[in-house]
């Protein structure tokens, strides 16, 4: 889809035989296409499991399993909501430039025979829906240790209506504004990753730091299970990114090596850079500087070569890597550093789409200055819109239902307080 | 010597830590217990299951020290730990025969 | 299969059309159902481990080797009874109604040349040994913490034999009788879910409590274990419910939105109602919760529309979470709940796909008051054959080469006692 | 590529034939081969983090955050030297016998047009670079718990550079020796294992010891971790060996079927011994069987029937066994038995592909004297050539920056010495 | 003031602190520690290897309480930790010079 | 009795339990704690942040023993302990005025 549609919007038949290849003649859905993005939607749902154990090894084991719950519950509203209303409203018909219809209300009308391109469209639904569902549990890493569960259910409800929705219209939606005016985002460097990072930021803002910030402890109390987390991730966006072509042909395959490469250079990236700083290269570092990689190859995997994505990559894990430093001269408490590794990694990819895209779109190696404009466009307009809205819901939250914990239960932690249950009794 | 017992909450650790160095305390030791007392537990439920846990995580320090620094010891474990909120802990104190200092060999006040 | 065989059954030439879909002239497997077999039943190998760490999660840490080792060993000696006897049991030629024949004992006559269908017939029994191997391994949940490795081992050998083989021949088997009744199983409500539940209820009426039960204290030791498991649940079930499809098509799509929903639904039933019980959600409630969605879709996966995947799924929450309070009330201990989540959810999965099923087959909300009979018969024969088969076998062990540890074993744990091992040193 | 090559070397257009299958005509990719190329690349690339966590569970606590990163750092240097050379030097152009050429250096020339097969090229690519980095990963299980972090990494570049490439290009290679033999290595029994198992034996000749070795206790901290990576290697090992068909056809099928059976029994084989000789089975054994039967099934896979897989894993399991057994009486310290299972269980495995391959293959039992033969110089050759570059390359790096960590770091652990950091702290 | 120290098997926590209870003691610390003694360990075996492990796993628990109360408590431990088998484990009594609840700032049998 | 307390370093626990075997002692406990004293500890960093790590994980083993096996007892820990190198640890040595065995009900030296 992220691929076919600049084209689709255009021209339909094109793309459908771009997508379709030469050799594909038949009415029903293509069996090798349908398998890889069903296998695809497979490896993001993983993602979320994946996050979950990323972010909760990094947090105290008093609040390990409030951690994972805020992945999984994302799982639990998210999938439904899509279904609900989700799709319809980011990919239903009668198409505006920033939101779709409700034509596709429960998945209405879409049968097992209805097909998008080679694929049924209930597949195309279900691969998007993932995305739907991890967005907002990329945020939840900011808000750990702290925010109420409710609050937080009923946020991420929110927000997929008035900031995801809309955002994916917008860069994947027929007739998305910033689809029509030719942003490159193949598998959701803006819509997923810039959206979720400065929503973070936003919602820390009206969150506030966590007690005893930065001056007690907060040390990971597992990173095997972050480690862990961090191999999930990279094996599940092998379906974000190659998925993204909708397709089992070149284009996947294209994505699927520069996703791997640029994940290697991020790890690479960011344990040169803490080398330098610490003279010890982490595991922490090395889980760190691979999403950063993984996040910032994600808006260009399909029109960037692996040689390129190598630099794409390693710039990630270094520029992530200082983002993630001046944190604390900023003095937010951004705890598992959303806005740092997703934020500024995805602004980074988004940029770098727009530098080093040779295939199938230009940039500026190809001499295109306006593609690269055309990406700063995208980024700024998903950036301004996500924080504005999140900070705005958050207040609104803040003032009413209440967004945070008590002082005691922050201090208890939250896997008591808020679930009744413990982690560990090892 | 006198071997000062001190059970606090876990969270108190390093601000007790700090002040016991103040003191002029160069060493101790810290142990992870569970504490029963006034500070009620909490209830955790699994599945259909309730259960009442009586134990709440605590941190026992010890530290050995001569006589005459007991007091100081004493005092400055009582201000650090102290939040006024029940289940702050108790210190106790005990009399210490000998101490003994591995590396050296060292004995009694010497060794602390 | 799952969906082919009714039709196959009755015709097999038009069955093989439909499955095949339109475009697919060709005499060799088609790679794209291929691939999805192949990649459905890996997924569907990793529900094992993933079950192992799910159970394993919830018992106490001195049994948590012990836990694990009844599913890894399920991997062990069912896959090869599987190739030695089980598929042909089941599957094998000159069929009956209760049993398959002799012809494929070591899968002789599979060559990677054979077809059903569109795919390579190997692909196939290796798919349906994924299940065979689950099952049992399922039942393991009931029996923890004192059973005896090696009287289970056996255990599990036999009730292959007695119990897993007929009852797919039943359902799936070409001239199985239910099958010829028409009763609806996508991917293995009745053959996998209500057998396993109920032969665990009949087996812990033979095997008795743990030793402390209820009195002391019998809480999970490491819940972050569960949920990782639960999630590798979640996705491997995307190959149990979606592979069962046989095929890369439409069908296998819907079947893989609604699996997706009802989890997420089923997980929503379950925190709901220990919202309003306990008056907090429980990450090992979103667990549970969302294997009881998985459990309840799973027969009727391809039948039921992504909006009726919420009600059945939300419903499973609600019923298995009340299912498993009444354990206590009934004084049996089914340590794990595998009669609450298992035998209850599937049995109303089976109903409710009876009642909720509009793609491809009729149900109650279609008017079709018989295909609710059949579903209903169904559930009961297998029920009752499953647990009467189950009671004798545990009888006749326990008789025999005793099915218990020693009360000196259990208090001491049973990784230590049984396997010479502990599992954390941390 | 694996199977196909023997034949494509000789006869490119018939093996194009035979892998297309009899209906692919088209001109582009074939979309079910690219699904599940793609996806058996994804789950060889899980092996990794697989791997990390089933060797990580069996060292002490103190240096399981080393030992994890001992797999991930190949991820990192790996998958961009493969980019960057090592692809070009497996299965470049210009073939000698010995090395490929330098004309995909960066893979250039490789768009997603390129096809191999019915594959765009790339995949092809990509997932033999998942070999190249979970090969020396594997080589590190004997050098955890004393290995410099930074020494290892060099050094696990350079033996890529100077063992595997060579290898990977004379056994699969256009133009390769082996190959042009007629060596049975389908999916890697001499490349992968045979390689990795005598280099590290190699390696720790040269390391020596971990201190206190054997008389102090080395318990597995965490048993669960390494059944769960053991979980994730056979999952991922689909992919290794059934991906290593390049095609989704009867091939892939039959290699998934066997390795599924072989891991199996594998299992029960090391199990069968270990109550044998201690009178317990084990977690650990059930890992570390399974893993031996998966071993040994990867150069027959594709040729040999699911019968044969039991005798071939079961007897890995007993053979590895022993192996491992031996270890303390020879006095080496090969910490975690990466000699006894992947250089023996590898070397079993090439040697039982000459002895049970029946399926488009001859072996001893179809009379085929010449191919077992065949497959003894496969062995010899594999071994000794990457035993003697190995301990050069050990040599020369000790000597120069150094191996070994210092006695005190090698006390307090490594976690905390190389990479700053603590693995626990719950 | 006396302070008691019992070493007992870990599953008979939960009936040593009802016992202590039972006889009016409001406040307790216990702590998991490992065992040497009599009672026998086990082997373990890893791969080739085998190992004996002499260390069991035990909770110590450690109270506080008057002189007088001292003997009622020792008996209340025996009694509830008793199983009659090797291994049961022992009961140390120290004198305790002072004690202190740090909430309050109390001294002595008040602290208790 | 006495009570002998030794903070030792972890890897000495195993000589240090075979030396008080051959002194004679039949049982004795086990603790892990954490140490705090002249011996550094280190820095850890995470992503940005760096912290420095004060306590150092020791392990305190806990033995009572008849009067005049005490001396012997700390030679014991003493010569099994000790390498020479800054944090081997401390002894302490505390008098015991009751022991029981709970299995028995035996008490004072009896019990040990
Ligand atoms: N008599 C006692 N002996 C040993 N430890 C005690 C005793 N009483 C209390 N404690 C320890 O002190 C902790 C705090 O005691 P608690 O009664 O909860 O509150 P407070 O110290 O405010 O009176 C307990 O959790 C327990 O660990
Ligand atoms: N002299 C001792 N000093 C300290 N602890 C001891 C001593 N002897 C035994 N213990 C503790 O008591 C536990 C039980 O002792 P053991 O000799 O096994 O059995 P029993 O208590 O039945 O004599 C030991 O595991 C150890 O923790
Ligand atoms: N005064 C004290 N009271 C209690 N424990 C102490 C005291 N001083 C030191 N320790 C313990 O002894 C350990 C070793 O002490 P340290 O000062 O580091 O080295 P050394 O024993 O060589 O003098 C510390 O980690 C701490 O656990």
Redesign the pocket.
């Known amino acids: 889809m992220r691929f076919a549609c600049p084209f689709r919007a255009a021209a339909p038949a094109l793309a459908l035989l771009l997508v379709v290849g030469p050799a594909w003649a038949g009415t029903g859905p293509n069996p090798g296409d349908t398998a890889w993005l069903l296998a695809s939607s497979a490896l993001v749902l993983l993602m979320v499991p994946g996050l979950a154990l990323f972010y909760g090894g990094m947090v105290r084991a008093k609040n390990i399993l409030s951690t994972l719950m805020l992945s999984f519950i994302a799982m639990g509203v998210i999938a439904v909501q899509w279904v609900v209303a989700g799709y319809s409203l980011s990919f239903g018909g009668s198409p505006g430039p920033w939101i779709g219809g409700l034509d596709r209300l429960f998945l209405s009308g879409l049968t097992p025979e209805t097909l998008s391109g080679t694929v049924p469209t209930l597949a195309f639904a279900v691969f998007q829906g993932m995305f739907a569902i991890i967005t907002p549990a990329l945020i939840s890493g900011a808000l750990v240790e702290r925010v109420k569960f409710g609050a937080y259910t009923l946020f991420i409800v929110l927000w997929a209506f008035l900031v995801y929705d809309p955002l994916a219209h917008w860069v994947w939606g027929e007739g998305g504004w910033l689809l029509r005016m030719g942003a490159l985002d193949f598998a959701g460097g803006t819509v997923v990753h810039v959206s979720s990072g400065v929503s973070a930021l936003a919602a820390i803002l009206v969150l506030g730091k966590r007690r005893g910030y930065p001056t007690e402890r907060f040390i990971p109390h597992n990173l095997t299970m972050t480690l862990l987390g961090a191999g999930l991730l990279w094996f599940g966006w092998f379906g974000f990114n190659a998925g993204s072509a909708l397709a089992a042909n070149g284009t996947a395959v294209l994505a699927f090596v520069s996703t791997n490469t640029a994940a290697a250079a991020g790890m690479l990236g960011w344990l040169a850079a803490e080398k330098v700083r610490f003279g010890r290269p982490s595991a922490l570092g090395a889980a760190s500087g691979l999403v950063a990689g993984l996040v910032a190859i994600t808006p260009g995997a399909g029109f960037i070569t692996p040689g390129w994505a190598i630099v794409v990559g390693g710039l990630a894990g270094l520029i992530c890597f200082r983002a993630v430093c001046l944190k604390e001269r900023l003095g937010y408490d951004d705890a598992l550093d959303v806005f740092g590794v997703h934020g500024v990694g995805g602004a980074w990819g988004a940029l770098a789409t727009g530098i080093f895209a040779t295939v199938g779109a230009g940039s500026l190696i190809t001499g295109d200055l306006r593609q690269f404009g055309v990406q700063v466009v995208g980024v700024v307009a998903a950036a301004v819109y996500a924080f504005v809205v999140t900070w705005v819901l958050c207040r609104v939250l803040d003032a009413t239902i209440g967004l945070r914990v008590s002082p005691e239960d922050e201090l208890v932690g939250l896997d008591q307080t808020a679930h009744g249950e413990v982690g560990y009794s090892l | 010597m006198k071997k000062i017992e001190a ?1 606090i909450k876990p969270f108190r650790l390093d601000d007790v830590k700090d002040a016991l160095k103040e003191a002029g305390i160069q060493g101790m030791t810290a142990i992870e ?8 537990g909490h209830t955790e439920h699994y599945r259909g299951a309730e259960y009442t846990v009586d ?2 995580p ?1 941190v ?1 320090i010890e530290v050995v020290v001569p006589d005459e620094l007991a007091p100081a010891a004493v005092e400055a474990i009582e201000r650090s730990a102290r939040t006024g ?6 210190i ?1 104190v005990l009399a210490v025969e000998e101490a003994v200092r591995i590396r050296t060999g060292e004995r009694g006040e010497e060794a602390l």
């Open positions: 059970i217990v569970k504490g029963f007392g006034r500070q009620k134990f709440i605590k026992k909120k029940i289940g702050d802990g108790k106790f």
